[in-house]
C-alpha cells in the first residue's frame, strides 16, 4: 500500500526554523494536490498550505503567510514546508496529505503521514 513518511518535526525556540519533509512510497500516475495540515492540542486540524501540481499554484493560510513556504519535488513523490519565525502559536502536529491516483487505481483518494510534532517553546 501507498504510505507517506514526514520526517523534521521537533524543538525549536521561537524566530528558529524547521524543514518538513514527506515521501510517499510506491508510484503514483498522477498527484493532483500536495497539502500540510496542523492540529494544535484542543483545536481542530487546519489547512497549513498546499500546493497544485500542475501549474504549482499555492495557498497559505493567513497566519502562516509570509513565513512557510510549500514545495514540491514530483520526481520523489515528495511535499517539503519550509517554517521560518516559528511562533509559540504554531505548536502542533503536521500532517502531510497528497490527493493522488496511484499505480494501478483506477480513482484517486486522500493520503495521510502519520504527523510529525513541531514544538515551539524557549
Known amino acids: 500500500q501507498v504510505q507517506l513518511v514526514e520526517s523534521g518535526g521537533g524543538l525549536v525556540q521561537p524566530g528558529g526554523s524547521l524543514r518538513l519533509s514527506c515521501a510517499a512510497s510506491g508510484s503514483f500516475w498522477n498527484i493532483y494536490n500536495m497539502a500540510w495540515h496542523r492540529q494544535a492540542p484542543g483545536k481542530q486540524r487546519e489547512v497549513v498550505a498546499h500546493?497544485?501540481?500542475?501549474?504549482?499554484?499555492?495557498y497559505y493560510s493567513p497566519s502562516v503567510q509570509g513565513r512557510f513556504t510549500i514545495s514540491r519535488d514530483n520526481a520523489e513523490s515528495a511535499v517539503y514546508l519550509q517554517m521560518n519565525s516559528l511562533k509559540p502559536e504554531d505548536t502542533a502536529v503536521y500532517y502531510c496529505?497528497?490527493?493522488?491516483?496511484?499505480?494501478?487505481?483506477?480513482?484517486?483518494?486522500?493520503?495521510w503521514g502519520q504527523g510529525t510534532r513541531v514544538t515551539v517553546s524557549t
Open positions: 500546493i497544485i501540481t500542475t501549474g504549482g499554484s499555492t
Open positions: 496529505r497528497f490527493n493522488a491516483r496511484p499505480t494501478g487505481a483506477a480513482m484517486p483518494r486522500d493520503y
